[in-house]
Every structure is written in structure tokens, then in C-alpha cells.
């Protein structure tokens, strides 16, 4: 698994390298105090590039957030690079213009081996009722490599207003300190996504019309998902929608292949409503994924002491919270789906319409976990409750009361 540094590799692939390291550490720790009296040389390359070791500012057991990392360019939308030359020779000038349309390539349906560092709560473990899941990912780019709304600019434009607050320029706007990821975590009960048996297979099935690509009769994994191209996708049945549309890619996307959850129209338009003080849905004229903006963010660390310490001194994280918990008011212990969703194209669709049974969404990656009645004991209420009543070993307050008293 790819650690991300967030600068230069400190990764060391020795047996010895727990020596190595600190060796390093001691040596890099002298350097800074000499960099306080005295100037010290560096070393120059040919090219003029001054090479120092990197310090790293991250004291032991400390972290840095930041609300995202955007790349310069997003993927989905096409780019064009556009040329222009003159040439002049013997009084004569010739004008050359030339244009490359180009896609950047970044995941879209499916996670490349090793994206994904942790999630929380671990696959097949219970948890409190009142967990908010999260998934920790190895790449801090991942999130914001496409759009997830349109509304907040292209990154290119970010780019741009930064300069020009940089530069002071009038009428300049502040830079905007959150930004909404294509990438969401969204937490479902299996009933909620559990397709009836005459949506999976017969005359009525939703999946009739789609190609041998999917196995029929139809079966949903145990996190309630199902496999399919785009093209396949694109074939359900017309009471079934989705923000996955042929403007996400070139049309090579079509033989692309992703695991796809059928939400209920119901259940997607709160999930991308806003909502007023009083806690009610606020329809606007279009899904809003506003919200999400305040649930990604970028995590440095300082690994040492941690398990990533034999790989890397700092690393790098981008983290994606969900805003759903589990049920509140279950008697019994309830399996959860949680799901890394894809909503990029979600804002630029449609609210469905009442002719409209499923909104189809692509996850990314998913794992289920069990959510425990409230007042149930868990392991950090337990521990929580021996260190406040831990006390030495002693008789009991019967016999020593009686003794104090006399």
C-alpha cells in the first residue's frame, strides 16, 4: 500500500531501517540547530535546483488539516490545449494555430489497488448507534479529482481567484475555504436498498433490457450492490434514473464497469436537500450536495509510533465522513451498508419524479458494519467506566468504615 509523504520520501527498505531512522532524525535535528547560528552550504545541481533535507515541521503525535487539496485540472470534462506560433523569415510571417482536445485520467467507477488506507468501523465489526462511518484514503487528491458541484467553479478557476487575492486585486472575493468532493460516504439499513425478487429477475425486472454483461437471474452482493457496464446502465428500465450521463466522460465510458446501489427517490431527496433551523427538508429546484463540502478534508501526520512508521516519517491522508448514522431506536443489532458514493452529475440532474422507482449511484467501495441498540456496552464505555472506578486493592468500605468511626 502507497503511502503519500506530502513531499520528499523518507521511505527506508532496509532491515535495519529502525536504526537508519533514527540516525536520520539525530542528524536532521543537529542540522536545524546549526541552521540557527550559522549559514550552512547546500548542495546545487546542474540545473540550479537546491537540494536540503527536508525537515519535517510535524513534532511526534501532532497533525495538520486542510479543507481540501484540489488538483489543477479535474477530470470528467474535456480539456483543450490550444497553440499559437509565428514564424517569421525573409520578410514573410506565417501564423500556426493548433488545438488537442484531452481527458484527464483519474478513477470514476472503480478504485485503483491500495486507495483505500482504513475505514471505520471496520468491516464486519459493531459500533454505537451514533457512529458517523468514515473511510481514510491513501491518495489526498482522490476527492476533489472531479466535480462534485459545478456550482463552486471548475479548478482551474479556483486557481485563478487565488492568484488574484494573492495579488490584491480589486473586487477580488476571499478564497473559499471548503469544496465540495465527487466522493461521499453514505450509510443505508440493507432494507433500504434491498431490491423486491420481481425488480431482479422476470418480466418486470428493471434489468430486461441490459446485455449478457449482467448475469441473470440478478443478485445483489452483500453490501446490496450491482455489478454492470455504463452501457448496461444506461439500458435499465426509464423508471429508473441517474446522474451517470454520456457528458462524465468520452465515449469510451460506456464499456467502463461499476457497482451501482438503487436508491429510493424518497430517501435521495433528503440525502440532497438542504434544511432549514427547524430540521425541515428545504426542496430547492435541483439536488444541492452543498453539504457535503463539510465532511472531506486533507490529514497530515506525523506516523511516528503509529503502524505506518516503518514506511513513512509524514504521510498524507484524505478522509470522507458520512452524514448518516445508524437508527436510532433499534431494539436489536442492525446491519449497515456503507457506501463510497460517486456524485459527480448528481447537481446537474433532476429531482426523481413520481414515475421514477430508483436513482441509480455508483459506489466506489463499500462495507458493512453493525450498528448496537442504544444503552448497549461497548468496549470504549467500558473502559471508560473501569478508570473511574479503578482503585487500588483493599478491603471493603464495610470493614473499614467501622475503623474510621473509632
Not at 247 to 264: A, E, N
Request: charged share 20%.
Amino acid at each position: 500500500m502507497g503511502i503519500y509523504p506530502g513531499g520528499k520520501s523518507t521511505r527506508i527498505d532496509s532491515p535495519r531501517h529502525l536504526t537508519i531512522r533514527h540516525s536520520r532524525r539525530v542528524v536532521a535535528a543537529n542540522r536545524a540547530d546549526a541552521r540557527l547560528s550559522a549559514t550552512q552550504s547546500v548542495t546545487v545541481l546542474a540545473d540550479g535546483k537546491v537540494v536540503e533535507d527536508e525537515i519535517d515541521p510535524l513534532p511526534p503525535g501532532e497533525q495538520k488539516l486542510n479543507s481540501f487539496w484540489a488538483p489543477g485540472i479535474e477530470a470528467g470534462p474535456k480539456h483543450i490545449i490550444s497553440v499559437k506560433q509565428t514564424i517569421s523569415a525573409n520578410g514573410e510571417q506565417l501564423n500556426l494555430e493548433a488545438e488537442q482536445p484531452f481527458y484527464v485520467d483519474a478513477p470514476q467507477f472503480s478504485l485503483p489497488d491500495g486507495s483505500v488506507h482504513s475505514t471505520y468501523p471496520p468491516a464486519g465489526y459493531s459500533d454505537d448507534h451514533r457512529i458517523l462511518p468514515h473511510v481514510v484514503l491513501t491518495d489526498p487528491h482522490l476527492p476533489w479529482e472531479r466535480l462534485g458541484s459545478p456550482k463552486g467553479g471548475s479548478n482551474k478557476e479556483l486557481k485563478a481567484q487565488m492568484k488574484r487575492v494573492a495579488l490584491g486585486a480589486d473586487g477580488a472575493s476571499s478564497i473559499p475555504r471548503n469544496r465540495v468532493p465527487w466522493l461521499v460516504v453514505l450509510a443505508f439499513a440493507q432494507d433500504e436498498l434491498r431490491l423486491p425478487p420481481e425488480d431482479l429477475d422476470g418480466p418486470g425486472s428493471i434489468f430486461s433490457n441490459t446485455s449478457d454483461g449482467v448475469l441473470k437471474p440478478v443478485k445483489q452482493s452483500s453490501t446490496m450492490t450491482v455489478n454492470m457496464s455504463i452501457d448496461d446502465l444506461w439500458k435499465l428500465k426509464s423508471d429508473v434514473t441517474t446522474p451517470v450521463t454520456s457528458s462524465l466522460g468520452p465515449s469510451s465510458m460506456k464499456d467502463s464497469r461499476g457497482d451501482f446501489i438503487f436508491v429510493q427517490p424518497e430517501l435521495f431527496t433528503s440525502l440532497f436537500s438542504t434544511f432549514d433551523d427547524k430540521g425541515n427538508r428545504v426542496k430547492g429546484s435541483g439536488p444541492d450536495a452543498s453539504q457535503y463540502k463539510y465532511l472531506s478534508h486533507v490529514r497530515k501526520i506525523n506516523g511516528s509510533g503509529m503502524a505506518l512508521a516503518g514506511v513513512e516519517d509524514t504521510a498524507v491522508f484524505s478522509i470522507v465522513v458520512g452524514n448518516r448514522s445508524g437508527p436510532l431506536d433499534n431494539v436489536i443489532p442492525t446491519t449497515m451498508c456503507a457506501h463510497l458514493v460517486s456524485i459527480e452529475g448528481v447537481e446537474a440532474m433532476s429531482y426523481p419524479s413520481q414515475n421514477h422507482r430508483y436513482v441509480a449511484l455508483c459506489s466506489l467501495y463499500s462495507w458493512n458494519y453493525t450498528v448496537l441498540p442504544p444503552n448497549t456496552l461497548n468496549v470504549p464505555d467500558a473502559f471508560e467506566n473501569l478508570g473511574r472506578t479503578l482503585n487500588v486493592l483493599r478491603a471493603p468500605d464495610e470493614v473499614i468504615a467501622p475503623l474510621k468511626a473509632s
